[in-house]
């Protein structure tokens, strides 16, 4: 990713999300804040809380394609805020911070000490150039935090391989805590990491052709979702995820007479009447939306969407 770390500086988790809670629980104390944007990753939050400290949300949504406002993330730093979450590739929303946007992010962060934990575990899966935190902001690197892993680029999620990397004394009290608890990913996994990690040509094909299939299915998704009225939809510009708003099919008679008052119910509807799962948009901070992901086949997708077309339909 053109930064560079020494051995000291990264540590190897079971998984990014191992990594991610080792983090707040090696920076938080009680009392501490963390600021999360919503839409977030459901684990960010409960992480945070099990670490005694306190998940500060800043909420947003489409009009500023679900990243924070500059103001809003400057209005809600407090001496108290101890690290700030930007997750980008986004899931669920798929949103991805431009260059400008990351820049102006900075500046803010600059005038406060926080740590920024930027976890681009789905860096790989970017419909357009990737803007990396830190090639933007290297100024930053001393509290800057890079957590990744093997389960989205490799497919390798049951192996549970992730990664973070940082300033070598918060690297330091993570593998303290660290050996306290799994000690280390089994090493089968991460041998087998180290095949998935080693550049070659092939990998850089598979990975190339995996992002094609899925900008192909993304596209097949999101035509059948906003052809189906009270549902409306943002072009996601990385991860496997589509969010769409569902408001409009909420406290209206769907198919049969049901009536959904909250995007929880819609979710168990769909599960229940059309036998396809996704994620209410409630697990993420975000009331209102459904979290639909296209690591599907197209035919499953075709076939779900059918259901779901039908099962809302009046
Ligand atoms: C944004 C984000 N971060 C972290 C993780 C954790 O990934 P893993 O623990 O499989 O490496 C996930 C998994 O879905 C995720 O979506």
Known sequence: MGISYTPNQVT?????????????????????????????????VDQVRLAGATPIIIETDETTGF?????????H???????????SPNNPTGAVYDNDELRTLAETLRRSDAVIISDEIYDAICYREYPRFLRVTPDLANRTLIVNGASKTFAMTGWRIGYIAGPEPIIKAIRTI??????????????AAVVAYTPSEEMDRVIEERVHTFLERRAVIL?????????????????????????GLLNRPLRGGTVCQTSSDLATYLLEHA????????AFGAPGFLRLSYAQGTESIVEGMRRFAEAVSE
């Open 178 to 191: 660290q050996s306290h608890s799994t000690t280390h990913p089994t090493s089968i996994a991460q041998y």
């Open 12 to 44: 190897v988790a079971c998984g990014a999300k191992e990594a991610l809670f080792l983090a707040f629980l090696a920076i938080c104390n009680e009392g501490d804040e963390v600021i999360i944007p919503a839409p977030y990753w459901v684990s960010y």
């Open 275 to 282: 036998h396809i799962g996704v994620v209410m948009g409630e």
């Open 67 to 75: 990243k924070p406002t500059v103001e809003q993330v400057a209005s």
């Open 223 to 247: 035509d059948a979702l906003n052809n189906i009225e009270g549902v409306r939809c943002v072009v996601p510009d990385g991860a496997f995820y589509v969010f769409p708003n569902v408001s």
């Open 77 to 87: 730093l407090t001496p108290r805020t101890r690290a700030v979450v930007l997750n």
